[in-house]
């Protein structure tokens, strides 16, 4: 049985991802929603469902609005939302909650902590969460609530679907996008935002040989997730058994020709002047807002931030295009990837709770609620009925930017390249590939023989992982 000690081990592991979300370690606030005591006398009788989430911002809004309603609909249910700073606080609150015996009901994990999820287990070695689709066991509806687990998009679908079972709810879900200054295109001479690697440098050319054009022609964040977006286009694997979809993960693939061109063609733009780096691991807000100061015509970032970017856009004077992710031309285009994060159920509650928490999460993604999550952030509409639902509305149409990190998950070939790894230790990982780019960029270390170091760093975080849950 995996023992207590496998449980402080994984909390360990768990605390790489303050560096990964770029965060610091504070301990927020409980959002407004919050529950500020362990009393439940107040809940009705079905009783108080805890909702955890990595949001402080307008996302926690978002959610403790469909707390209230739900309350409205089952009074006898509290909900308590809580949101936190990072998901590396969240996480590590849930693991000590579950240690003492006291998780919330409802847990949000990032896409990569999947394997960390399912490996999680509570002091007594029972798994922490339980799979969401055994839970609604073949139901329509629960609580009243009609069941949309069988209604998600396929790219969501597939990967948090593990040993042929869907494991989880999908909530924000996303990929990586090209955002273009149309104002500064047009100045150029380029007509369409560019698709391939090859489009992209020629688009460079153009602008920056324009008048008054910026310094440099694009941005995006020194992270992880966009080396695991282009290997999966080109059809590279992070990881051995079919990227830990046939069987667990045991070994690591950083040298993977596709990590390397993609390492390699990066590394080329910095060194021609079109791909500015700010300097800073993980920054997000600095390259956007590099984008809004037209210091570059293009950047690449998630799909999340669609409403946020194209916004700040129009609020500094000019119009954004927004395009799939380019991909290497010369090789065959697999796919992208989803990002994002997924809603997770917390094993042995008390059956009123545990019916309360599943009728939540089939509330919070019905084809209303969908539909306004996606407007209101940028996320996908989860559902094949929130797309429906939008398309009638005609918000696409509107919109037509809202509608292409959708085509573009859609476009993937559902290969275990382009739906994504699955692997123990995932977010060490993508430490190890960042700071190997980081050493490219700022060192001049030479690619190849740095992410081939990188490999070996990985491989060794991996194995300890493995060797609490793997027997002989």
């Not at 609005?65 to 990072?86: I, K, L, M, N």
């Not at 009243?144 to 990967?159: I, K, S, T």
């Not at 369409?192 to 460079?204: F, G, I, K, S, Y």
């Not at 997000?284 to 807002?289: I, L, R």
Request: hydrophobic share 40%.
């Amino acid at each position: 049985m995996r023992s207590l000690r496998a449980l402080t081990v994984l909390m360990a592991v768990l605390a790489l991802l303050l560096a990964a979300c770029g965060s610091d370690s504070a301990e927020p606030e409980p959002g407004p929603g919050a529950a500020t005591d362990g009393d439940d006398t107040a809940a009705g009788e079905g009783g108080e469902l805890s909702v955890w989430i990595g949001f402080t911002d307008y996302r926690l809004d978002w959610m403790n609005e469909r707390a209230s309603e739900f309350e409205e609909a089952h009074p006898e249910y509290t909900v308590a939302v809580q949101g936190y700073d990072s998901y590396e606080a969240l996480f590590q609150a849930t693991q000590l909650a579950a240690e003492q015996g006291d998780p919330p009901a409802i847990v949000q994990y990032f896409e990569v902590a999947t394997q960390e999820a399912r490996d999680a287990v509570k002091p007594d070695g029972t798994p922490l969460f339980a799979s969401v689709e055994a839970e609604v066991d073949g139901r329509d509806e629960i609580l009243g609530e009609p069941v949309v687990l069988e209604d998600v998009v396929e790219a969501a679908r597939n990967y948090y679907t593990i040993d042929g079972e869907f494991t989880s709810m999908p909530w924000n879900t996303s990929s990586t996008l090209l955002y273009a200054n149309a104002d500064l295109m047009e100045a150029g001479g380029v007509t369409e935002a560019p698709t391939t690697w090859e489009e992209l440098e020629a688009a460079c050319e153009q602008i920056r040989a324009s008048d008054e054009a910026p310094e440099n022609c694009i941005t995006w964040p020194n992270h992880g997730w966009f080396f695991e977006q282009s290997v999966g286009q080109q059809g590279g694997l992070l990881a051995n058994n079919d990227n830990g979809r046939d069987g667990r993960a045991t070994e690591v693939t950083l040298d993977d020709p596709a990590m390397l061109e993609f390492a390699g063609w990066w590394a080329e733009q910095a060194e021609a002047g079109n791909y500015v780096y700010t300097g800073t691991q993980r920054d997000w807000e600095g390259t956007q807002n590099a984008f809004v100061a037209q210091q570059v015509p293009f950047i690449l970032t998630s799909s999340g931030d669609a409403t946020a970017v194209v916004e700040a856009g129009t609020e500094a004077g000019f119009g954004v295009e927004v395009a799939r992710m380019p991909y290497n031309g010369e090789v065959t285009y697999d796919g992208n990837l989803i990002g994002g994060a997924t809603l997770w159920l917390v094993n042995g509650l008390d059956e009123p709770v545990s019916e309360g928490a599943l009728a939540f999460m089939q509330f919070v993604n019905n084809p209303e609620n969908a539909a306004d999550w996606h407007k209101t952030t940028g996320y996908i509409p989860i559902t094949n009925a929130s797309v429906d639902l939008l398309e009638e509305e005609g918000w696409f149409e509107e919109n037509p930017y809202h509608r292409v990190a959708t085509e573009q998950l859609d476009a993937a070939s559902g290969s275990p390249a382009s739906t994504g790894a699955l692997l123990g230790a995932f977010v060490g990982v993508r430490d190890v590939m960042t700071q190997a780019m980081e050493d490219v960029l700022v060192s001049g270390a030479d690619p190849q023989e740095r992410f081939e170091q990188a490999n070996e760093e990985a491989q060794a975080m991996l194995d300890e992982y493995n060797s609490l849950y793997v027997t002989e």
